[in-house]
């Protein structure tokens, strides 16, 4: 259904109807409708029944390309290459089987710039101002380099000392550059930098595994390494603050990525270690976990990041995503859940309740602080939109504590939406950046793991949009 018939009111009923109808689900949201733990939360999510005034595109079939305006001739070249890899279902696990061997200068010719930020920080700094030209004021940036998977080349002191520096050196020059710019401090949304936890230890993928076990002191390595990149992040916000009085929201944040579901209660350990250490009650969020709503164990997860906030006096931040390993998880029948349906409804549950906990409480006061919702969907970041930008929100500062975010180069069509036809301002792109052979690892990822995501916005609709526009072009068209 068109989200132009799709109000917040149906949302809510699909809900409704959903929980009735599927006991299992309905059970595994007990622990979030008992949220309201401590006296300033309300006991339920409200929804407000507010839509923005023009519908998201959501079906392949009604998707604008509108947005391809705004790219080069050489991106738009780049999009076609990917609108022909993307045909159909065989051309596409294809092209998979074969990137591997495609040699790395021809894949930074012709895809390499729409997916990925640069190999430099001045690079970066130069895609930083393109997204900016966009109307996208901030961005998600990451250093590509991890050791799992087989890859134990890497140096995890170059990784914490280019990530620091990658926060000096672009996050906060960004962030200057837009609050220049803003008539409102608080209009502009964060600069983040995520952290891979593969990316601090040598054998992460077994340390993470035993992080409690045979493998502590190696663990506490790990710790001390991102403890050191948000300590980075937490002195930015503490001196752009000074800079800054009246903003509410953070300037800088560290998001902790998510990994495997082997690999996550090691995860989960680093992310509670580092929100008790910098978000301190009353204080803007500098820390950000990560949640994967595709995971039947979810909901109550995210429960207990707040009953342990509470009792341990700290702040929680968190990004929300659906979930990037479904193609490579080994027990996916029964950790994940079993349709896609109920992945939408949890992933819709969890941002609804944590919008009402950001916006319900004035400055930083709230337990949960602060929302990434990490999404292509479109009906997703409708709810999210219409949540945070409606009339009874309009002089809410808290507004630039949820931000919506898209990987560079995937659902441009949205992100022209949510920009250009609704006017929403906390819009970030996740851009990779760093050494060719690692990024080459990260779109082979991509291709792998959101190969239905690129299809959809992708395939013979953008060939064909791609090659009018260059053809308008270079008609002279207006």
């Not at 690079?123 to 966009?134: A, D, F, I, S």
């Not at 349709?339 to 919008?355: L, S, V």
Request: aromatic share 6%; glycine share 4%.
């Amino acid at each position: 259904m068109s989200l132009s018939l799709y109000s917040n009111a149906a949302l809510r009923r699909s809900a409704v109807a959903a929980l009735r109808t599927a006991p299992a689900l309905r059970s595994s949201y007990i622990p979030l409708r008992h949220f309201n733990i401590h006296p300033n939360k309300r006991a339920t999510t409200t929804m407000t029944n507010t839509t923005t005034n023009v519908p998201l595109h959501t079906k392949p079939e009604e998707r604008s390309f509108e947005h391809l305006s705004v790219f080069t001739n050489k991106e738009l070249l780049s999009f076609l290459i990917m609108g022909l890899c993307t045909l159909n279902k065989p051309i596409l696990n294809t092209c998979i089987k074969l990137f591997p061997y495609v040699p790395l200068s021809i894949v930074k010719a012709l895809v390499y710039r729409i997916y990925c930020g640069g190999e430099t920080i001045e690079e970066v700094k130069t895609t930083g101002m393109r997204l900016h030209e966009r109307g996208i004021n901030n961005m998600m940036i990451s250093l590509t380099i991890e050791a799992c998977d087989g890859n134990d080349n890497v140096d995890p002191e170059y990784i914490v000392d280019e990530t620091c520096r990658s926060v000096k050196e672009i996050l906060v020059p960004h962030m200057e550059s837009m609050l220049a710019k803003a008539s409102d401090v608080n209009s502009i949304p964060p600069g983040y930098v995520a952290l891979k936890p593969t990316g601090f230890a040598k054998d992460s993928a077994r340390v993470l595994r035993e992080y409690n076990t045979t493998s502590a002191a190696e663990f506490e390595g790990l710790v001390e390494k991102a403890t050191k990149v948000c300590q980075a992040v937490y002195d930015a916000n503490i001196a752009l603050q000074k800079k800054y009085p009246a903003r509410v929201a953070p300037f800088t944040v560290a998001v902790v990525d998510a990994e495997k579901h082997e690999l996550q209660e090691g995860v989960y350990e680093l992310q509670r270690r580092l929100y008790s250490k910098f978000n301190k009650m009353n204080e803007p969020i500098s820390v950000v976990g990560t949640l994967q709503m595709y995971l039947s164990e979810s909901s109550s997860l995210l429960a207990k990041e707040e009953q342990l906030a509470v009792k341990n006096n700290y702040r929680v931040g968190l990004k929300l995503v659906r979930g990037a390993y479904i193609h490579s998880e080994k027990n996916r029948a029964t950790i994940i859940h079993q349709t896609k349906e109920d992945t939408d409804f949890n992933y819709n549950q969890g941002i609804a309740y944590c919008i009402d906990s950001i916006l319900h409480d004035k400055g930083n006061e709230s337990t949960i602080g602060h929302l990434v919702v990490a999404s292509h969907n479109a009906e997703s970041l409708h709810l999210a939109s219409s949540e945070v930008y409606n009339e009874s929100t309009k002089d809410n500062n808290n507004k630039t504590n949820v931000v919506l975010g898209q990987l560079m180069g995937m659902s441009d069509s949205v992100t022209f939406d949510l920009i250009n036809r609704h006017q929403i301002g906390n819009v970030i792109k996740y851009v990779p950046w760093g050494p060719p052979l690692e990024t080459k690892e990260y779109l082979r990822r991509r291709l792998e793991e959101n190969g239905d995501a690129v299809s959809n916005d992708n395939g013979f609709k953008l060939v064909k949009s791609t090659s009018s526009e260059l053809l308008r072009r270079i008609m002279g068209r207006s």
